[in-house]
């Protein structure tokens, strides 16, 4: 079984930096690709990143793309999302999510956390 909580999120100022983690209290995390996403107010939902199971493989969105990172701690059974140089256009709430690739389409995902508000002041 999956959970998936999410933490770190927040209100910075545009430039600024945080750190998202999803933490995964079951026993399976290293059995899952994981990945990022997001959805701001009146929009579809986004991949932001993906990570292989063995982190080997990493994906990113185009909009974050050299400002985002993903890694994930399997010995922690948590992945995060590091956030630079942060935007009013990042604003949003941000979601983990587990499934069997580091696939870009939400779809491909099984397992999903609560999220959590990021909101990025100009």
């Known amino acids: 079984q999956v959970h998936l909580v999410e933490s770190g999120g927040g209100l910075v100022q545009a430039g600024g930096s945080l750190r998202l983690s999803c933490a995964d209290s079951?026993?399976?995390?290293?059995?899952?690709?994981m990945g990022w996403f997001r959805q701001a107010p009146g929009k579809e939902r986004e991949v932001v990143a993906a990570?292989?199971?063995?982190?080997?493989?990493?994906n990113y969105g185009d909009s974050v793309k050299g400002r985002f990172t993903i890694s994930r701690d399997v010995s922690q059974n948590t992945v995060y999302l590091q956030m630079n140089s942060l935007e009013p256009e990042d604003t949003a709430v941000y979601y983990c999510?587990?499934?069997?690739?580091?696939?870009?389409?939400?779809?491909?995902?099984?397992?999903w956390g609560q999220g959590t508000q990021v909101t990025v002041s100009a």
């Open positions: 079951g026993r399976t995390f290293s059995s899952y690709a």
């Open positions: 999510a587990a499934g069997p690739r580091p696939h870009g389409s939400s779809g491909f995902y099984d397992y």
């Open positions: 990570i292989s199971r063995n982190a080997v493989i990493t």
